[in-house]
């Protein structure tokens, strides 16, 4: 016997009725971003390795450890995307999109590829949906962003998440911060590979989660204490914004994200029933990426939601579904003389806007009532040979159990309002 193939190691699928859930979230996340007139774009999901590189930063994890990276037939290298805000930048600068209206929104949804080592929410394959505004350093855009993200999980029924938010300062400011921090870490007593990755980016020690670094970390200075004037007035606008949008957040100044392009404002949305995996969606200002990438200087800010993590969350909040049964009506021939008016009334409930299905094979009654009820669907509409005679169906609640004679005709005015109930009522 040979063995069964399997899906990649680390990569999640999301079946039936379970999909459903997971297309839910996608909108739902979505949906504030749209609201807002956010764009669509609609990116490769493989680029040149070396705008990652370059955009993302070389000595983060992301591009350093995790990248799917493949030489082309032509010799090439090319990366999976291992996250979204570099090939939205490098779409702008191509399609000259700066050149309009700005600020330029756009958002997106798709798998994102980091060969993590996989774990409950940590997966290979993972799933976001993303918001950038483009060319705009106005605080209100910053607040809208993040409000935008935190409608986002409101909108998928979370309420326990916290965002964390902070102001990494900005090309005038940081340097001096960097030279202090490297300064504080030179002192420490750490091992080789920790004073190498302080010399790369000695903000990331700030993150590291052993208890003896940790330890040593206690009078780091922090970036908070150290913005320029600029960046200070644009954090206080920022956070005046959010509160006039009634924006709950805690001030998180050790904040450290995975990726290089942050400036200025920060954040994170954590979630604390997802144990190490916590984080749902984050995001943040790249005022230098565009230039970086060898566009304009052109500023923006934008944040990935996880899609995989938001359902988990959903999950341990306990919450309903928010995707309604695959089906709402069930339709059962019973004989062969119901088998061309059930094809007719299936097509008509159809065209009405009521996702319905039928027995297939003919099985009899009973068969048929196990299979509607498996179904989710909320009606039964049986029809047999009286039935037929008289232009008539039974449509039978599956919910409450009665059961009434209707007329063909009526059949779409009785389970109308039915449907509409189980998808309003979540
Ligand atoms: P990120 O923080 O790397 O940001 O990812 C955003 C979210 O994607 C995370 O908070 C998490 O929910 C989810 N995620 C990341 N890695 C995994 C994984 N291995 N398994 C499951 N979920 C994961 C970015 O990607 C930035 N591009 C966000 C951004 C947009 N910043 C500015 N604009």
């Known amino acids: 016997m040979s063995a069964s193939f399997q899906a990649p190691k680390g990569v999640p699928e999301y079946l039936p009725p379970q999909s459903g859930e997971f297309l839910a979230v996608q909108v739902a996340l979505s949906r504030p971003a749209e609201l807002a007139g956010y764009g669509y774009i609609e990116l490769p999901v493989f680029e040149d390795t070396s705008l990652f590189a370059r955009g993302v930063g070389e000595s983060t994890d992301v591009v350093s450890k995790e990248m799917y990276t493949f030489e082309d037939r032509g010799g090439r290298s090319l990366s999976l995307r291992p996250e979204g805000t570099a090939g939205v930048m490098r779409s702008v600068i191509e399609h000259n999109l700066h050149r309009g209206q700005l600020p330029l929104k756009l958002r997106y949804a798709g798998p994102f590829f980091r060969a993590e080592r996989p774990q409950k929410g940590r997966y290979r394959q993972l799933q976001q949906v993303g ?53 504080f870490l030179v002192d420490l007593d750490l091992d080789e590979a920790t004073r190498e990755r302080a010399r790369l980016n000695p903000l990331r020690v700030l993150d590291d989660k052993r208890s003896s670094v ?60 997802l144990g190490a995996q916590s984080a749902i969606g984050g995001g943040g200002r790249y005022d230098g990426l565009m230039a970086a990438l060898g566009g304009p200087e052109v500023s923006g800010i934008g944040f990935g939601l996880g899609v995989d993590r938001t359902l988990l969350a959903r999950e341990e909040e306990g919450l309903p579904a928010l995707a309604p049964p695959l089906v709402t009506a069930f339709v059962v021939p019973l004989g062969p003389a119901a088998d061309d008016p059930c094809v007719r009334l299936v097509d008509r409930l159809r065209a009405a806007g009521i996702a319905t299905t039928s027995t297939f094979g003919g099985r009899g009654l009973k068969g048929s009532m196990k299979a509607a009820d498996r179904s989710g669907a909320r009606w039964a509409v049986i029809v047999g040979e009286d039935e037929v005679a008289h232009a008539t169906a039974q449509v039978k609640d599956l919910t409450t159990g009665e059961q009434h004679t209707v007329p063909v005709d009526e059949i779409v005015e009785v389970i109308h309002p039915g449907a509409i109930d189980r998808e309003g009522g979540h």
């Open 131 to 183: 918001a950038e505004a483009i060319g705009s350093d106005d605080p209100r855009l910053d607040a809208e962003v993040v409000a935008l993200a935190d409608a986002g999980f409101r909108g998928c029924g979370l309420t326990q998440f916290t965002l964390l938010l902070t102001s990494l300062g900005c090309a005038a400011c940081r340097p001096a911060y960097r030279a202090l921090l490297t300064a």
């Open 214 to 273: 940790q330890a040593q970390l206690g009078d780091a200075p922090l970036m908070a204490d150290h913005l320029c004037q600029e960046c200070r007035q644009h954090y206080d606008e920022v956070r005046h914004y959010l509160t006039v949008m009634g924006v709950a957040w805690t001030e998180q100044p050790r904040l450290v994200r995975g990726l290089d392009y942050y400036t200025r404002t920060t954040f994170e949305f954590s979630h604390p029933l």
